[in-house]
């Protein structure tokens, strides 16, 4: 379900039946979504409809490989990298608000969004080894926003992490009573809206772009960018 208000995006995984379970379909429609989001909006929030942000892939909502060709298998996955890298690149802000479980494919869209809020009684888990799957993609969506003792303890224990423990690992922003998650998440889209837009999609546009430079080429960067966005007319209309 997708809904705009007063320029937020809200995208909420609507299978509650199911754990909110993403169909590869779903993938495909976050990722269109995703890609597309700065037309329309300053900030999406990403959600799950009911108590269950997302539990993983629903199995039979995949669509399968043409062959059991390595080439056609990869074109395949990329329908699960595609929706990761449409989250990451997205040119605005993405929120992840977290109810419940964030297993698998969940726990992925939570932890590569900007900014994860989660309930306090909210679970990260990455349980791919417990079903015999090298667990590449999660690993793929994790790597620019987990630590690497953290992610290794999720994916070998396949543990069930609270989110206090996910905020030390760096999957999780904050975190919030579950009675009073949606009035956080609002506060912080209320004040993030009180910037020009310019300012919130240039932070984007920085770390998705500084975290991997060499620290004196991400300064030079944000010099850059200082005195172009900074100086610009969008950045004096209120």
Known sequence: LTSIDNEI??????????GNASTDH???????IMN???EKARIVVLTGAGDIFCRGRAGH???PAASDDALDRRRNSDIVFDCYASIRYCK?????KVRGKAVGFGCSLASVSDITIAADD?????????????PTMVLSSLIDRGSRKGINYMVYSVSEVPAERAIAYGLCSDIAPSRDLDAKVDALCAQMLKAPAIATEGVKEYLIRA?????PSAVDYARNLHAVFNSSSEMKRK
């Open 61 to 63: 909502g995949r669509i």
């Open 26 to 32: 779903m993938a495909v429609e976050i990722t269109q």
């Open 36 to 38: 597309t989001a700065h």
């Open 122 to 134: 909210a679970v990260f888990q990455i349980n791919e080894m417990d079903h015999g799957i090298l």
């Open 92 to 96: 605005i802000p993405v929120i992840a």
């Open 9 to 18: 995006l809200t995208v909420t995984l609507n299978r509650p039946d199911d």
């Open 211 to 215: 975290m991997t430079m060499d620290v």
